[in-house]
């Protein structure tokens, strides 16, 4: 299988080093949980850390999205790097030296979540200077297969540093800063495309063009089409991911190993589903074949809770169902990044994928709160179907009514 865009020197540098850097970033923040919950035995303290990890990026984006269609969005990124490299070595030294607190640690953590919240809208502004415009729809899905591939090898990386016990942990928390500075030296040696010229904007503070980012998501339909059916995805797709350990739990036919490879199956769907968009290198059509993407996602997402009620062994039918769970999700998701990415105008670039990324993490982790609340006083089966149910019925009342505004 041959990929066009991995023909372009630049694009191979950058996914290469982005590919290591998100890698180990993953090592870290599972290092991070693991720490905690061997340093304090809390849940509670293991659920707070990782709000510190999210919350920033909610306040920050949209600040730093608009920061980013009016700056040099290269060299935004190249000093966020930089100043992640050294919270990393901080981090990392504060263990060695025995001095790291849970406290202090959530502190690191709150400090690297704003970070990414300025990151992310400069990266997602600087894509499409890496490739030719032909190859941008392929650079948008292939840097989502390259993600999702980190989601299952990061986390078995962290599995093998974690046998060494908790005096590995300065070398785990390192090993973020050490993979950002892989992907800075591979950012030294790529060359851009010039950028395309932005079009001209009346005179406004920052405050304004934060408004302009976040309205654009309600007064433009091909970006807002595309978002409700991104958050429609990550309202079925979270709660499932972070609620699978109850899941399991819950119904008892799965051991520890068998867990792993469920999970691994559904990060392998969404890897074929990148690679898939990668080959067709296009936004053609993508509407409609996201629209049946998810009414897939859907059908998958019931049939593994009736499978699971069904069948005494539901092995087989959870992998399968699992697999198509990821491939769709992914398939919709990343299609819809894609047609975002190519139909964007460019002062609005950044924002509009930034805020992206931010409504997609905020809007996720309510659904996951939600969902527990509603499987605590029922049980998973139902609760997952009333997730699946409000999507069904949510999604298409948005899309239809916009429609009729619209008209």
Not at 172 to 189: E, K, M, P
Not at 205 to 210: A, H, M, Y
Not at 231 to 239: D, H, S, T
Not at 363 to 385: K, R
């Amino acid at each position: 299988m041959c990929f066009g865009v991995l023909a372009e020197r630049s694009y191979r540098l950058f996914i290469v080093g982005f590919g290591i850097s998100y890698t180990l970033y993953w090592v870290t923040l599972l290092a991070i949980g693991w720490w905690m919950w061997e340093t304090t035995g809390s849940a509670a303290w293991v659920g707070f850390v990782f709000f510190c990890d999210l919350f920033p990026a909610i306040l920050v984006t949209p600040w730093a999205s608009a920061l980013a269609d009016k700056g040099d969005r290269f060299r935004i990124l190249k000093i966020v790097l930089w100043i992640q490299v050294g919270t990393g070595f901080a981090l990392a030294g504060m263990a060695l030296a025995g001095a790291l607190s849970p406290a202090l640690l959530c502190a690191f953590v709150f400090l690297e979540g704003a970070l990414i919240g300025f990151s992310q809208p400069a990266v997602f502004g600087l894509v499409y200077r890496l490739v030719k415009p032909s190859n941008l729809s392929a650079a948008v899905a292939f840097n989502s297969s390259v993600s999702k591939s980190t989601y299952i090898v990061g986390p078995v990386l962290a599995g093998i540093l974690f046998t060494f016990g908790l005096e590995i942990a300065p070398l785990a928390f390192a090993a973020n800063a050490i993979g950002t500075l892989v992907y800075l030296a591979a950012l030294t040696r790529i060359h851009l495309y010039p950028e395309p010229e932005r079009e001209p904007q009346p005179l406004s503070g920052l405050f304004d063009q934060i408004t302009d980012g976040l309205t654009v998501f309600w007064t433009n339909p091909i970006v807002y089409r595309s978002m409700v059916l991104i958050l429609g995805v990550a309202v079925l797709q979270r709660p499932l991911i972070s609620l699978m350990p109850g899941i399991n739990d819950r119904f008892e036919i799965f051991d520890a190993a068998f867990f792993t490879l469920l999970t691994a199956s559904f990060m392998v769907g969404s890897v074929v589903a990148g690679l898939i968009h990668t080959v067709q290198n296009t936004d053609v059509g993508l509407e409609r074949r996201t629209n049946v993407g998810l009414a897939l996602l859907l059908a998958a997402f019931v049939g593994l809770f009736k499978a699971i009620d069904w069948f005494d062994d539901g092995r087989a039918f959870s992998i399968s169902f699992l697999f198509l769970i990821g491939l769709a999700s992914a398939y919709v998701w990343t299609g819809n990044t894609v047609i975002l990415q190519n139909r964007t105008p460019e002062h609005l670039r950044s924002r509009v994928l930034g805020n992206s990324f931010m409504m997609t993490r905020a809007i996720g982790a309510l659904a996951v709160v939600i969902a527990g609340s509603v499987v605590e006083q029922t049980d998973f089966a139902f609760g997952m179907m009333a997730v699946a149910v409000f999507v069904a019925i949510a999604v298409p009342l948005s899309l239809s009514g916009r429609s009729r505004r619209k008209t």
